[in-house]
Each structure stands twice: as structure tokens, then as C-alpha cells.
């Protein structure tokens, strides 16, 4: 199995351009996950679908934030417009049951400029 | 959630068991200890879990004391790609979030 995968790996783009992140989930995996680390907030968890539909988007910051998971293999998360301070390691991680153990995605570092 | 305690950093030497404590004083009877790790520039890996009961997988061993106060992440025969931050949490739902962790660093 690939694993969770996700691109780009990486991302630069001046502010106010669109951007979206992509992740395919390991096959099988019924949850999805995407989440944000900075060196300043540590790990936080923006959005969480289960069975490709969103459970909990509690943790997206703001309106200009958006995921979609159309189908079990496949989610993006859309940025629109992006600012400097969305600069971040994005990553997606799947989970084969509810909430026990994540499989993490290699992450696409964002940097808005 | 319950708030975790680790060590900021340890070193280890390769090929000797790493044992990482870390105390969960507060932890409900709900909910569960799980351990990840993040080696530099990857994304977060799954380590090991338990309510209770010890576990161990290919990976490592979890020790829980009987008050489930505290729990020790045993990795049997550190290498050099064993060179991570270490992170504990306790959680009964799919928010994770990390601490500091513990840096666990592998000398040959």
C-alpha cells in the first residue's frame, strides 16, 4: 500500500490566489482527516470527514477554507483566498475506524507569500 | 482532553532499548494513550495505543500502569531512523494534538 498521499508536496503563491491541497486516503479507510502544524500552534485539526461525509469542520479558521471529499479515494482542501498567515504544513491523514489510530500523509508545506 | 508530561529530550544509544515515560495523571477512564512520533520533515506516524492492558506491536511496547496515571513507550532496539519527537497523548475522540513530545535522539 502507498500510504496516504497527498500534493503537491509543495506550494508557493502570493496572496489572494486560490490554492488547493489534495489527498488520496489509504483504500479502505473510512475517515479522513486534514490538519494544519505550525511552529507557533503546533498541530491542529481543521476537518474531519467519516464515510465522505464532514463530521466536525469545527477547526477550519475561517470562510475561506473549504473541503470537499467527493468519493472515498480522493479530498481537497481549498484555500480561497490565501493570506500569509495560512503559511503552514498541511497534512491529511486517514483512519480505517472511527478515530483509533491516524495514518499521516508526507504534507504539503504552504508558503504564502 | 487529559494534559500530558514528557521529558524534553533523551539520548539513546543504538541497538538499546529506549524507554519513554510520561505521565497522564488526569486521565478518565475513557480514554486512551496513544503514541506517535514525527521524525524531522515527515508527517506525524502512528506508534502504538492502550486503554489498560500492556501492548506491543512490530514497533514498540506500551506499558500502562495499573492507575493508568502514567504509561512507558518501549522501543526494543533503537536505530538511527528511531531519531524523532516523541508525542503521548490521551484522547477518547479523533482530535489529536501534540505537546512538545519528547526528542528522542539515537547515537551509534
Known amino acids: 500500500d502507498a500510504g496516504v498521499i497527498q500534493s503537491p508536496r509543495h506550494e508557493v503563491t502570493e496572496m489572494g490566489q486560490e490554492v488547493t491541497l489534495r489527498c488520496k486516503p489509504i483504500s479502505g479507510h473510512n475517515s479522513l482527516f486534514w490538519y494544519r502544524q505550525t511552529m507557533m500552534r503546533g498541530l491542529e485539526l481543521l476537518i474531519y470527514f467519516n464515510n465522505n461525509v464532514p463530521i466536525d469542520d469545527s477547526g477550519m479558521p475561517e470562510d475561506r477554507f473549504s473541503a470537499k471529499m467527493p468519493n472515498a479515494s480522493f479530498s481537497t482542501l481549498k484555500i480561497q483566498p490565501s493570506e500569509p498567515r495560512d503559511s503552514a504544513v498541511y497534512f491529511c491523514?486517514?483512519?480505517?475506524?472511527?478515530?483509533?489510530?491516524?495514518?499521516f500523509g508526507p504534507g504539503t508545506r504552504l508558503t504564502v507569500l | 482532553d487529559a494534559k500530558t508530561t514528557q521529558p524534553p529530550s533523551m539520548d539513546c544509544a543504538e541497538g538499546r532499548a529506549a524507554n519513554l515515560p510520561c505521565n497522564h495523571s488526569t486521565i478518565s477512564g475513557n480514554e486512551y494513550v496513544y503514541w506517535y512520533r514525527q521524525i524531522h520533515s515527515q508527517g506525524p506516524q502512528y506508534i502504538i495505543h492502550g486503554l489498560k492492558n500492556n501492548e506491543t506491536n512490530e514497533m514498540a511496547s506500551l506499558i500502562i500502569t495499573e492507575d493508568r496515571k502514567s504509561s512507558t513507550l518501549i522501543l526494543p532496539h533503537a536505530t538511527l531512523r528511531d531519531t524523532a519527537v516523541y508525542y503521548c497523548?490521551?484522547?477518547?475522540?479523533?482530535?489529536?494534538?501534540f505537546g512538545a513530545g519528547t526528542t528522542v535522539t539515537v547515537r551509534a
Open positions: 491523514a486517514s483512519s480505517p475506524r472511527d478515530f483509533n489510530e491516524q495514518f
Open positions: 497523548i490521551v484522547l477518547n475522540d479523533y482530535k489529536l494534538s
